[in-house]
């Protein structure tokens, strides 16, 4: 198996980028964030309570992504590997995931970590509520929340993979292509 991180801030081109990362490779796409927005769709329980933090910029409580991930894992026994989109986003994620790897005699092969300038990011969000209908992409200062988020809690989860060596970053401005680019490079190395 060959699993790997898309790590970075919101707005970075994790999902973007994801997209066609496993169109090349065949990996199975694990976005914490697509599969919230689809339970906040079909208005479960789960996606009402994610709604109102997500609607604020804030994360959605460790239990309830670890067991998303926990229960796709269970759905997915052939895949060849999986992508990580948005998930880890706490060190008591990352743990969590090595735990639910490792009962399946895997690991994280790579994190690679997508490196965007803080303006940027906003510009990019912000340009996407236009048309992407997300309540937290239309206000500026969600989106700031989100980035807020992201440096007090989820910054640390690259260190806790640097401790294994397992951190690669890679420019994540310039076009879509070359950003391809340069992450199925550091794949290809790996693979
Ligand atoms: P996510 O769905 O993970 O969303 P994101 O981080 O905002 O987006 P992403 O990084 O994938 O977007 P992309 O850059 O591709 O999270 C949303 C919310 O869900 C979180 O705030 C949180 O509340 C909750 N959540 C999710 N996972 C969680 C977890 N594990 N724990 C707790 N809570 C969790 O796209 C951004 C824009 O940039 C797009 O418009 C794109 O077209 C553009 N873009 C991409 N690449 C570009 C480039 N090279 N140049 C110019 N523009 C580019």
Redesign the pocket.
């Known amino acids: 198996m060959f699993n790997l991180i898309l790590f970075?801030?919101?707005?970075?081109?994790?999902?973007?980028?994801?997209e066609k990362l496993i169109a090349r490779y065949g990996l199975k796409h694990l976005?914490?964030?697509?599969i919230?927005?689809s339970e906040i769709a079909a208005q479960t329980p789960l996606g009402l309570a994610?709604k109102s933090?997500?609607d604020k910029?804030?994360?959605?409580?460790?239990e309830v992504?670890i067991e998303m991930i926990n229960v796709a894992l269970e759905n997915n026994p052939q895949a060849k590997g999986f992508l990580f989109?948005?998930?880890?986003?706490?060190t008591a994620?990352a743990e969590a995931l090595d735990k639910l790897l490792a009962s399946k005699n895997s690991a994280i092969n790579v994190v690679l970590a997508l490196q965007v300038g803080k303006e940027e990011l906003v510009v990019?969000?912000l340009?996407?509520g236009k048309t992407?209908g997300r309540s937290?992409?239309t206000n500026e200062a969600v989106i700031r929340s989100?980035i807020e988020?992201y440096e007090k809690k989820t910054m640390a989860v690259a260190d806790y993979y640097r401790q294994y060596n397992k951190v690669e970053l890679v420019k994540?401005?310039?076009?879509?292509d070359e950003?391809f680019a340069a992450l199925s490079s550091e794949i290809d190395k790996r693979m």
């Open positions: 970075g801030p919101p707005g970075s081109g994790k999902g973007t980028q994801s976005s914490t964030g697509d919230l927005r994610a933090l997500m910029g804030q994360l959605v409580p460790d992504v989109d948005g998930f880890p986003r706490t994620q990019r969000l340009n996407r992407s937290d992409d989100r988020e994540g401005e310039g076009t879509i950003i």
